[in-house]
């Protein structure tokens, strides 16, 4: 199996790296076009067998997949001048734009000749570099068996779960924006450590540790969150307090309205 990543930026790269360490694509089946020639350099470094190239094209010419790592301001141009050489019967076209729907995808790829071209909007987050991402997806014109396909490709890269396109822009938020969020939240439990008194490292270190724990237990038991909160919660106890004064702040409400706010 062929994959042709065209871009090798932040997320181009991510999944370049993150493949080579999986078992389903060979370094050496895996080429990358940018016109970043130190993007390149550096998935080079990272493993010499990756296929590097500045021409897209060509990059194309042999590949199963092809997947569309670029900004959603450059998909347009750069399928324009890819389409001619895409086999739509074929090549699986996969898009990590965010925003970029199904129609607009069709739009761009319009070609006389006309075949449906097969269409994935995949959107993994940056954990995809350390095979942690959550990666949403949906799928146009695609197969049950193309679905399993792209879906183990990415199962490889952490989770993956196809939903209807409707529901990219929701799961957009919770997956990819997600990340930043639980971030924050790392950040100002780290600071609320320091002005308890500890140092800054000592205290990203118990709260990273601590929220991994807890996510952890949530995967294993495949219990509601409040099921482990109540475990401890007990009454009268300090850490009803706290939560209790996070709630009267609209801790609950502040991530809800983010998570709104940031659908595309």
Known sequence: MQIAII??????????????????????NIT???????????????????????????????????VVALKPWLMESVLEQLKGEIDYEKQIIVSIAAGITFDQ?????????????????????????????MTIMASCNATDEQEALIKSIFDELGKSIIVDEKMMSAGTALASCGTAYALRYVRAAME???????YPEAAKEIVAQTVKGAVELLLANGSHPEVEIDKVTTPGGITIKGLNEMEHAGFTSAVIRGLKASRV
């Open 105 to 133: 995808l069709n739009e761009f790829l319009k070609k006389d000749d006309c075949y449906d071209p097969i269409l994935f909007r995949v959107i993994p987050n940056t954990a995809i570099s350390i095979l942690e991402s």
């Open 32 to 66: 990358v076009s940018d016109l970043n020639q130190q993007a390149l350099d550096s998935l080079k470094a990272f493993n010499e067998k990756i296929n590097t190239t500045s021409d897209s094209k060509k990059a194309i010419n042999d590949a199963d997949i092809i």
């Open 192 to 198: 609320g450590g320091v002005e308890m008194g500890f």
């Open 7 to 28: 871009g090798g930026g932040n997320m181009g790269g991510a999944i370049a790296r993150g493949l080579t360490q999986g078992t389903l694509v060979k370094a050496e």
